[in-house]
């Protein structure tokens, strides 16, 4: 017993008098021993029963922290980087190396200066660099960044976004998704199922759009979700508020066009239509579906256009025009063109179009005139038998 108090005693000696920085942790991660070469380098952050961890950079614990069960049930050396508070009160690179002694529940390690030109340590800066970009992202953004593991448990909650529904950073963290939100949550099943997904949705009086992003294994099988959602509310409520309006600006050019091509129903079977200003070709084929729509239904016999107000016309419009009499002749009425003015009878001419097939009157009441007499006139009677 002797011997091995004996021992310990030498252990404890050649740990304090190395000159290389050594320290041995208990299994969860208190600082138990220390050679004088890690004191004089660490200074009074150093004490017993201190966590490792405080010894690192805030940024840089979590790389200690993710591992340290690794440290627990293995024995096999873990490397890890960071910046390691100075006895200048300032942080200094450092390497760690830190392997565990399973039959004693102990944790042994070392420290040493981080040489020029690391590649990890290059990867340590590069990461904490990007660690900084994004996290002035979500600070500066109305974003929330989550993820969840495979059971729907929130491994981060953090973002500006969050703000919006009254959440704290980390607040759900902890928590499942699963059980806030029910299976109406469907997008992460199929995340955790292996699919990105991307889409909307309606979460506490706010609209998210959202991406997930399923991580996977080495082996494959996806391990966690990380999910990245933007408040779109007020976008959504301008696009609603603009779709509104267009509705509102589409029933009124409708109101307009009816207004501005109305159709008469003067007597029994006759329709007249009346176009004033200025026509052009999107008018006269909404001028033709109308026409031909109240012909049909109405069982019209006569339609007459009335140009009266209609001061030019161009080759199109003219066009257009005669193509309408001829849809009216197919559906067994009779079209009938009156007020033509003398601009727009010298545009007809000058264009070669051929009027002789459709009857024109010189104003509305002539072709209501027209349409009377033909309304009133008696078939002739059919010719007698002569013996």
């Known amino acids: 017993m002797a011997d091995a108090n004996g021992a310990l005693s030498s252990l404890d000696d050649f740990i304090a008098h190395s000159t290389e920085m050594l320290f041995v942790a208990g299994g969860d991660g208190a600082l ?85 030109g690391d590649g990890a340590l290059d990867e340590l800066t590069e990461l904490r660099a ?101 408040d779109v509310t007020e976008g959504q409520r301008a696009q609603q508020a603009l779709q509104t309006k267009l509705d509102v600006i589409e029933a009124q050019q409708r109101v307009i066009r009816e207004l501005a091509a109305p159709i008469i129903e003067v007597w029994d079977g006759v329709l007249a239509l009346p176009m004033i200003g200025v026509v052009d070709s999107a008018r006269t084929a909404d001028a033709m579906e109308s026409l031909l729509e109240a012909i049909s239904s109405r069982g019209a016999r006569f339609a007459v256009l009335d140009l009266t107000g209609v ?37 007809m001419v000058a264009l070669g179009l051929d009027l002789s097939a459709i009857v024109t009157k010189a104003n509305l009441r002539a072709g209501l005139m027209h349409c009377m007499r033909r309304l009133t006139a008696r078939p002739a009677p059919p010719p007698r038998d002569v013996a």
């Open 32 to 116: 138990l021993r220390w050679s004088d070469a890690l004191g004089r380098t660490i200074g009074p952050a150093l004490a017993q029963g201190t966590p490792l961890t405080e010894l690192f950079h805030p940024e840089d614990r979590g790389a200690l922290t993710t591992r340290w069960e690794q440290v627990r049930e293995s024995t096999a050396p873990i490397h890890v980087h960071g910046r390691v508070m100075s006895a200048e009160r300032s942080y200094k690179p450092l390497a760690c190396v830190v392997r565990g002694a399973r039959s004693e529940g102990l944790v042994y390690g070392s420290f040493r200066d981080a040489p020029a």
């Open 311 to 347: 001061q030019m016309v161009d080759t199109k419009v003219a066009d257009h025009l005669i193509k309408l009499v001829r849809a009216i002749q197919l559906l067994g009425a009779e079209g009938i063109i009156c007020g033509i003015r003398p601009t727009v009878a010298q545009t």
């Open 130 to 230: 990007r660690d900084r970009m994004l996290r002035a992202l979500i600070n500066a953004l109305p974003i929330a960044m989550w993820a969840v593991d495979t059971d729907g448990t929130y491994l981060y909650h953090e973002g500006k976004g969050l703000e919006a529904v009254g959440h704290q950073p980390g607040q759900l963290v902890g928590a499942n998704i699963f059980d806030l939100y029910g299976e109406a949550n469907g997008a992460v099943r199929r995340a955790l199922a292996g699919d990105p997904v991307h889409g909307l949705a309606e979460v506490h009086g706010c609209v998210w759009e959202s991406w997930m992003v399923p991580l996977a294994e080495e082996e494959g099988h996806v391990s966690s979700v990380v999910g990245f959602s933007l």
